[in-house]
């Protein structure tokens, strides 16, 4: 039987970003495929966690690409990137909060991919759309945290699918976006 890796580390991550205490047991019978198969293509739990961030950074990289951030107006911008990135919302969230193991050590794709999304909200900024008390960073990080919230919401059925864009664009813009009156 032929192993997609990429659907297993998927599989992975969605249970992780669950669990983060999981085993390598529950990884395996979580992507369908036995403990000896999951051995064989990551020798340990670091190995499968270097593996999701190696994909994490290909797939947001391709989400980046595909949303056009330098495009029209920075709004428009953010809600491509929130359609985009609704795809890897669950390996997405699972390496945000497992970066934090790697304490010190910064990943220079994870590092690039930050820049890129944190160079949208400035320009927002720059234009006036989006409000300037908030930091590009702090933005980047809500950003970050309502696609995984929203992700898990919709994975435990607490929110339809079909409305993970509208909720995530809405309440993101709803804080981000600079108003008249200020």
Known sequence: ????????????A???????TATMDEVARAAGIGRATLHRHFAGRDALVRALEDLGIRTFEAALDAAR????????????????SEGVAGLLSFLVSENQLFEGEVNEGWARLDARVSAL??????????????????????????????????????????????????????????????
């Not at 969605?14 to 983060?20: E, N, V, W």
């Not at 951030?69 to 985009?84: F, I, P, S």
């Not at 930091?135 to 898990?152: D, I, K, R």
């Open 69 to 84: 951030l330098d495009e029209g107006t920075a709004e428009a911008a953010l809600r491509r990137l929130v359609a985009e």
């Open 1 to 12: 039987m032929s192993v997609d890796r990429d659907q297993v580390l998927r599989a992975a």
């Open 14 to 20: 969605a249970l992780l970003s669950r669990k983060a």
């Open 121 to 182: 909200f400035r320009r927002g900024q720059e234009r006036g759309e989006f409000r300037f008390d908030l930091t590009p960073a702090w933005l980047t990080e809500a950003f970050y945290s309502l696609v995984g919230a929203c992700a898990w919401a919709v994975q435990d059925g607490r929110v339809a699918g079909k409305d993970f864009q509208y909720m995530v664009v809405e309440l993101l813009l709803g804080g981000a976006r600079r108003s008249v009156e200020r």
